[in-house]
């Protein structure tokens, strides 16, 4: 959407620049995404809703049409099937607005992307010992 300034300095803030219907859908987003991953910060990266734990988890924006999730090309690659349906690239996904997030699998992905990023943070600790 067109109504996005530069400089978020929170989620909240982030998402009340929206319409009320898709202050909804990411609310919705953010509330699946908390579920999973319970330990990882909430901040503003690249200009979008980020979840950090251990680095970026996955991000999430709001255009006119859909919502954009972004949980890496990792995260995308591990889910390719179930992710067919959708509009997307190497690292991201796209849900229209006028469907029902696929909360179910957002979640799977989260859950997956923490597990893979605890093991990053991990592999790097064991190397510098």
Same mark, same amino acid.
């Given at each position: 959407?067109?109504?996005?300034?530069?400089?978020?300095?929170?989620?909240?803030?982030?998402?009340?620049?929206? $319409?009320?219907?898709?202050? /909804?859908?990411? !609310? @919705? =987003?953010?509330?699946?995404?908390? *579920?999973?991953?319970?330990?990882?910060?909430?901040?503003?990266?690249?200009?979008?809703?980020?979840?950090?734990?251990?680095?970026?988890?996955?991000?999430?924006?709001?255009?006119?049409?859909?919502?954009?999730?972004?949980?890496? $090309?990792?995260?995308?690659? /591990?889910?390719? !099937? @179930? =992710?067919?349906?959708?509009?997307? *690239?190497?690292?991201?996904?796209?849900?229209?607005?006028?469907?029902?997030?696929?909360?179910?699998?957002?979640?799977?992905?989260?859950?997956?992307?923490?597990?893979?990023?605890?093991?990053?943070?991990?592999?790097?600790?064991?190397?510098?010992?």
């Amino acid at each position: 959407m067109d109504n996005r300034k530069i400089g978020f300095s929170s989620i909240d803030e982030y998402i009340a620049t929206f $319409p009320e219907d898709v202050q /909804k859908i990411l !609310q @919705e =987003l953010r509330a699946t995404i908390k *579920a999973a991953a319970p330990d990882a910060e909430e901040k503003i990266s690249y200009q979008m809703p980020t979840f950090y734990l251990k680095g970026n988890l996955v991000h999430f924006a709001a255009y006119k049409n859909h919502v954009g999730f972004y949980p890496t $090309p990792s995260g995308i690659e /591990k889910f390719q !099937q @179930e =992710l067919s349906k959708y509009e997307g *690239a190497k690292g991201s996904v796209q849900f229209p607005n006028n469907e029902s997030l696929p909360l179910d699998l957002v979640q799977k992905i989260v859950e997956f992307r923490v597990i893979e990023n605890l093991k990053i943070a991990e592999n790097k600790k064991r190397g510098k010992k």
